[in-house]
Nanobody, 123 residues
Framework: VQLQASGGGLVQAGGSLRLSCTGS????????MGWFRQAPGKEREFVAA????????IYADSVKGRFTISRDNAQNTVYLQMNSLEPEDTGIYYC?????????????????WGQGTLVTVSS
């Protein structure tokens, strides 16, 4: 049971990055998927989530209108397109698979976690 996140890097404010998270068929194909992030010295926070069919997506207010979550179940992959990045978006981004099929903000509802990918936004 593994989730592999990738796509992080260093980008200037206003730039874009796309994160990817690929999971094993068993963990992600019937589960809602989410992205969380953790900045230095802060708690992990919700960023975005997608229901397992992709029809329902939810976002943190801080990223709404700038980030887009999408998924390709045939490839067992979920994406996070991040545009208009700000220095406040800096942190380690984690993908996670929820226990159920419905999108959720609650970290307690996520069972499987990837290793994280670092996003650094310079001002």
């Amino acid at each position: 049971v593994q989730l592999q996140a990738s796509g992080g890097g260093l980008v200037q404010a206003g730039g874009s990055l796309r994160l990817s998270c690929t999971g094993s068929r068993r963990t992600s194909s019937n589960n809602a998927m989410g992205w969380f992030r953790q900045a230095p010295g802060k708690e992990r926070e919700f960023v975005a989530a997608s229901s397992w069919r992709g029809g329902e997506t939810i976002y943190a207010d801080s990223v709404k209108g700038r980030f887009t979550i999408s998924r390709d179940n045939a490839q067992n992959t979920v994406y996070l397109q991040m545009n208009s990045l700000e220095p406040e978006d800096t942190g380690i981004y984690y993908c996670a698979a929820a226990l159920g099929a419905i999108s959720t903000r609650d970290v307690r509802n996520y069972r499987y976690w990837g290793q994280g990918t670092l996003v650094t936004v310079s001002s």
